[in-house]
């Protein structure tokens, strides 16, 4: 689920819409810094990547940022510190929680380049762009437009429309709702509802797997192991902001496909 962007100790791993899995065990070949172009004061840092001075120390402090140079009593950052910390801004931004962002900056070498980070922003830029919403009851029916009983209730959770959180509210998106009130008007009974969506997340799930797999053995493992060209990193972040549609519109397709087919076949089957 999404969370504000200041540093926090909340639970939670990922945001909603991400599988466990969505913080990769990412590692990196080391890499060469671009030229320093950039110096700054903690307080300088701190506004360029939009965080507070306290949440700067912090990562600093956790030996997640590397050394500043010390010019007297001043701590001086550059472009490594910016870099990082833009990343912590993007994850918290997309709804990553403070142990989350810890284990991917953990991972990071502390000479990675300004294309390493590009790939891992690509990386962990979720596939569901749109923010989720967290809605008390009331405003949910203001939403929906209609008053919700339990049974509604239940029957949002139960699909995944909506997740039920502390104090009686609810994670949603507006996309998500829209679906799940038009659900609620069609005459079909609940159970089939519940039923359809198990087997949606079942097959979902495992085909994310097997193509991450596919992923991992093709592309990320060479990535890590140095065998690609350190020319082609920016390509590779490219790559996959631009393979995310195409994939997407593929599933649509095949599913489409597949669909006309079981209806070609139950039709044949029909006595």
């Given at each position: 689920?999404?969370?504000?962007?200041?540093?926090?100790?909340?639970?939670?791993?990922?945001?909603?819409?991400?599988?466990p899995?969505a913080?990769?065990?990412?590692?990196?070949?080391?890499?060469?810094?671009?030229?320093?172009?950039?110096?700054?004061t903690?307080?300088?840092?701190?506004?360029?990547?939009?965080?507070?001075v306290?949440?700067?120390?912090?990562?600093?402090?956790?030996?997640?940022?590397?050394?500043?140079?010390?010019?007297?009593r001043?701590?001086?950052?550059?472009?490594?510190?910016?870099?990082?910390?833009?990343?912590?801004?993007?994850?918290?931004?997309?709804g990553?929680?403070?142990a989350?962002?810890?284990?991917?900056?953990?991972?990071?070498?502390?000479?990675?380049?300004?294309?390493?980070?590009?790939?891992?922003s690509?990386?962990?830029?979720?596939?569901?762009?749109?923010?989720?919403?967290?809605?008390?009851?009331?405003?949910?029916e203001?939403?929906?437009?209609?008053?919700?009983?339990?049974?509604?209730?239940?029957?949002?959770?139960?699909?995944?429309?909506?997740?039920?959180?502390?104090?009686?509210?609810?994670?949603t998106?507006?996309?998500?709702?829209?679906?799940?009130?038009?659900?609620?008007d069609l005459?079909?009974p609940?159970?089939?509802l519940?039923?359809?969506?198990n087997?949606?997340?079942?097959?979902?799930?495992?085909?994310?797997?097997?193509?991450?797999?596919?992923?991992?053995?093709?592309?990320?493992?060479?990535?890590?192991?140095?065998?690609?060209?350190?020319?082609d990193?920016?390509?590779l972040?490219?790559?996959?902001?631009?393979l995310?549609?195409?994939?997407?519109?593929?599933?649509?397709n095949?599913?489409?496909r597949?669909?006309d087919?079981?209806?070609?076949?139950s039709?044949?089957?029909?006595?």
């Amino acid at each position: 689920m999404r969370t504000d962007s200041s540093a926090r100790l909340g639970s939670g791993d990922v945001p909603s819409g991400l599988s466990p899995a969505a913080v990769p065990d990412v590692s990196y070949p080391t890499g060469v810094v671009s030229a320093i172009e950039d110096e700054f004061t903690i307080d300088e840092l701190a506004a360029r990547t939009g965080l507070t001075v306290r949440t700067v120390r912090y990562y600093a402090s956790e030996g997640l940022l590397p050394p500043p140079v010390r010019r007297g009593r001043v701590a001086v950052y550059s472009t490594p510190h910016r870099m990082r910390l833009e990343l912590v801004r993007e994850l918290q931004d997309h709804g990553y929680t403070l142990a989350a962002i810890e284990r991917v900056l953990s991972r990071i070498p502390m000479d990675a380049s300004a294309a390493d980070f590009a790939v891992q922003s690509a990386l962990l830029t979720p596939w569901t762009p749109e923010p989720a919403e967290q809605l008390d009851r009331l405003d949910l029916e203001r939403r929906a437009g209609r008053r919700l009983s339990e049974a509604d209730i239940e029957l949002l959770l139960a699909v995944g429309v909506i997740e039920q959180l502390a104090d009686d509210r609810f994670d949603t998106t507006p996309t998500l709702l829209g679906i799940g009130i038009e659900l609620l008007d069609l005459p079909i009974p609940a159970a089939v509802l519940r039923n359809a969506s198990n087997v949606i997340d079942t097959h979902a799930i495992a085909l994310a797997d097997e193509l991450s797999e596919l992923f991992r053995e093709g592309v990320w493992e060479p990535f890590r192991r140095g065998e690609m060209p350190r020319a082609d990193h920016e390509q590779l972040a490219v790559m996959l902001s631009r393979l995310r549609p195409l994939v997407v519109q593929g599933l649509v397709n095949s599913f489409g496909r597949a669909s006309d087919r079981a209806a070609r076949r139950s039709l044949h089957e029909t006595p």
